[in-house]
């Protein structure tokens, strides 16, 4: 069974930059889709960026500012954020998408205006 630690995350600035990453305990060379998620409060979790062999696809909310990259061989997946706006405030999470391995604890990135 997989399972993710994320960290990254902090207290920026409007307009500052984070980069999350996302360690997991087993090997995500046969995962083949990763992806990124966020919870705001009072606000359904959300898919914000996925990353396939062949690419990756973004919110329409974070296209253009949101980078997510992966590393197989240390079994981590990235997220860099730049240009961060106050509704960016969430718990970040990653996961497979749709079939999901156990949630990890998130890390909370907070962007104060």
């Known amino acids: 069974q997989v399972q993710f630690v994320e960290s990254g995350g902090g207290l920026v600035q409007l307009g500052g930059s984070l980069r999350l990453s996302c360690v997991a305990s087993g090997s995500i060379f046969n995962i083949y889709t990763m992806g990124w998620y966020r919870q705001a409060p009072g606000k359904q979790r959300e898919l914000v960026a996925t990353i396939t062999s062949g690419g990756t696809n973004y919110a329409d909310s974070v296209k253009g500012r949101f980078t997510i990259s992966r590393d197989n061989a240390k079994n981590t997946v990235y997220l860099q954020m730049a240009s961060l706006k106050p509704e960016d405030t969430a718990v970040y999470y990653c996961?497979?998408?749709?079939?999901?391995?156990?949630w990890g604890q998130g890390t909370q990135v907070t962007v104060s205006s």
């Open positions: 996961n497979r998408p749709t079939f999901y391995y156990p």
